[in-house]
């Protein structure tokens, strides 16, 4: 792989889930919430627009005009948080095509977006972006061609519901499932179909085992999963490697540090997500972090 449309790179924009968390504890890690793009073919693939969203924007602006596509998994606050501060989504000559899946009540992406830069909440309204923005809405199950890209949609086990995502082009194929509970007495049938074989599989491992099932401070049916759950996930689908990401608020760079050392002894193809991270999927697969 050497042009960019030849190439399948993934860049890791944001990583933290639930609330971003900034400062001295989460710098190598880092601490915003999620975003993930994806070059896939000469297409650019964004996934959710958490704040990591903001830093993606102000790197685009030195390759006007642009031309994308923002995939979300859901509008929890974290996934959508960073939109109102997506710096090329206001300026004319760009144009994003958006996607997303219906919440239960029958409320689209547009208007989750439309409704979080509604006053009282943001100053200026969603009609202020100048960008050429077009949204579409999934249902679970879809599929989106672009080119001789596919990305097939899944359902995932989130309260309120989540869409998780497999991008496919020539024999390669980048999983992105988050936010997913996994269950206690089987491995969940849609992640396993959205993650056999892939190269790579980017991971919802908020939690440890130890803190998912504690007995006072329990988080299930909180809608998140573990990394001992992604391995298992992992192996199951017999993916090339497991990207643990959506890391806890609470979990500083030492929590990291010792949760990838004992990922990688159980499955040495895992590697934590940081801030920063660039993986090129190809014969092989390299890692810059």
């Known amino acids: 792989m050497s042009k960019l449309e030849d190439q399948f790179k993934i860049n890791f924009w944001g990583v933290r889930g639930s609330i971003a968390c900034p400062g001295a504890a989460t710098v190598r890690y880092g601490g915003n919430t999620p975003c993930v793009e994806m070059l896939v073919d000469g297409h650019r693939l964004i996934f959710d627009a958490g704040t990591g969203i903001y830093v993606l924007g102000q790197s685009l602006l030195n390759h006007l005009p642009v031309r994308g596509h923002?995939?979300?998994?859901?509008?929890?606050?974290?996934?959508?948080?960073?939109?109102?501060?997506?710096s090329p989504a206001f300026m004319e000559g760009n144009e994003f095509d958006i996607y997303g899946?219906?919440?239960?009540?029958?409320?689209?992406i547009e208007h989750r977006l439309h409704d979080q830069m509604a006053q009282p909440n943001f100053p200026v309204?969603?009609?202020?972006?100048?960008?050429?923005?077009?949204?579409?809405?999934?249902?679970?199950g879809?599929?989106?061609?672009?080119?001789?890209?596919?990305?097939?949609?899944?359902?995932?086990?989130?309260?309120?519901?989540?869409?998780?995502y497999r991008v496919s082009w020539q024999d390669y194929a980048v999983t992105y499932i988050t936010d997913t509970e996994h269950f206690s007495d089987k491995l969940d049938a849609n992640v396993l179909e959205l993650a056999d074989r892939a190269?790579?599989?980017?991971?919802?491992?908020t939690y440890t085992d130890e803190e998912y099932d504690h007995p006072q401070t329990s988080k299930i049916g909180w809608g998140h999963s573990t990394w001992q759950e992604g391995v298992k996930i992992a192996q199951a689908a017999q993916v090339k490697k497991l990207v643990i990401f959506h890391h806890d608020p609470s979990h500083n760079d030492e929590v990291m540090d010792s949760i990838g050392i004992k990922s990688a002894q159980v499955f040495p193809q895992s590697i934590v997500a940081r801030e920063g991270m660039e993986i090129l999927v190809g014969e092989s697969i390299l890692i810059n972090c």
């Not at 923002?70 to 997506?86: C, T």
């Not at 899946?101 to 689209?108: A, L, R, S």
């Not at 309204?125 to 679970?140: C, D, I, K, S």
């Not at 190269?199 to 491992?205: A, F, K, N, Q, S």
Request: overall charge negative.
């Open 125 to 140: 309204p969603l009609q202020v972006m100048g960008a050429n923005l077009r949204f579409h809405t999934l249902e679970y």
């Open 142 to 164: 879809a599929k989106v061609k672009l080119g001789d890209v596919t990305i097939s949609t899944g359902s995932l086990n989130h309260p309120g519901g989540a869409m998780g």
């Open 199 to 205: 190269d790579v599989l980017i991971y919802d491992c």
């Open 101 to 108: 899946g219906v919440i239960p009540q029958g409320v689209t």
């Open 70 to 86: 923002l995939f979300f998994s859901h509008s929890h606050w974290d996934h959508i948080q960073g939109f109102p501060f997506f």
